[in-house]
């Protein structure tokens, strides 16, 4: 009798998946960037992170109800630290030497944000932390801490019922302005160890918790098991980077591949190797980029192009088009 060293648990397809000329809003952790990537990588009309990397859920929420206000930020909303302008509500990448573009990145970042969210047919929200930090002067939750010195800060731990209620206050707004809009939630699978091993599973246990709650409450929401798959179907630190805290390649890649089959439409699912087979075409180095045989080789791949484009115009295939035609 064969032992199963792994526990594998089925990843149910969800009942209005995914299609490729849906647009998509993620917001949330680095572990939506990584997803993020994954879905513009292979062409998919994908917004991330229009705040920057967000953990803890307030946050998140307080910059979807920012969208919906189409709130243009101002100096008074910035603050001086180590030389930079940074935000409260912002990742650092918004930071800059000077207020003026500190705010262009900001407000730039933020139109477009507000204009996805009016029309936009997925939001996904992964959520990484239930510990948030807040102003000692006051009271204020921040989104970063820009590497301001702890003492300036209170650190909390929100209960479920907090998380619950922003969320429940911010989606009722967002299905009254995008009667078709629907959320993904994910939980993300890194683990916050800076807070301590007991104080990260206290986190995510307020996380899984506060969401299943919504999913089950709203037909519209759904939630994909990316924190299951890696922490109990994986559970193996050879699946994490050298910190033993972020998930790597390996295991993002079968994150990707459960969230493929059970998320995406079948018609998503079939052009997903055709999209690779053209970006790996693109990685081939000839030794003779004027040689008969490498300008076939780039013929072939442009009428490959062309057929895509033509079955499917909502791809979004102009740096493949450019490359087979222009190299």
């Not at 935000?87 to 500190?102: G, K, M, P, Q």
């Amino acid at each position: 009798m064969m032992n199963n060293f792994r526990l594998t648990f089925p990843v149910e397809p969800i009942s209005t998946p995914i299609q490729y000329p849906d647009q998509l809003l993620l917001m949330g952790s680095c572990f939506a960037e990584e997803i993020g990537a994954r879905l513009q990588q292979f062409h998919f009309d994908a917004q991330v992170n229009p705040h920057g990397i967000l953990y803890n859920p307030i946050s998140i929420t307080e910059a979807l109800q920012r969208y919906l206000d189409g709130k243009q930020y101002t100096t008074e909303d910035l603050f001086l630290h180590n030389d930079l302008w940074h935000s409260w509500d912002h990742h650092s990448r918004f930071s800059a030497l000077s207020a003026e573009e500190t705010l262009l990145n900001i407000n730039t970042a933020a139109s477009a944000a507000a204009e996805r969210i009016e029309k936009a047919d997925w939001l996904f929200i992964t959520f990484g932390s239930a510990h948030a930090y807040t102003l000692k002067d006051n009271n204020r939750m921040v989104g970063n801490c820009h590497k301001v010195p702890s003492s300036s800060f209170n650190k909390k731990l929100l209960s479920p019922q907090d998380v619950i209620t922003a969320l429940d206050n911010m989606m009722h707004r967002l299905f009254f302005r995008n009667k078709n809009i629907k959320i993904m939630f994910t939980v993300s699978p890194v683990r916050y160890v800076r807070d301590g091993v007991v104080e990260n599973n206290l986190s995510k246990a307020v996380l899984l918790q506060a969401v299943h709650h919504l999913v089950n409450k709203f037909n519209r929401l759904f939630y994909f098991p990316a924190y299951e798959l890696v922490l109990d179907d994986l559970r193996d630190y050879r699946f994490y980077k050298d910190d033993l805290v972020h998930p790597n390649e390996a295991a993002i890649n079968y994150v990707w591949e459960h969230f493929t089959n059970s998320c995406l439409s079948p018609e998503g699912q079939k052009l997903l190797p055709a999209i690779e087979d053209l970006q790996r075409a693109m990685l081939h180095r000839p030794f003779n980029p004027k040689s008969p045989q490498h300008q076939q080789f780039l013929q072939t791949y442009a009428k490959k192009t062309r057929v895509l484009l033509e079955q499917h115009p909502y791809l979004r295939l102009e740096k493949e088009s450019a490359y087979f035609n222009l190299y």
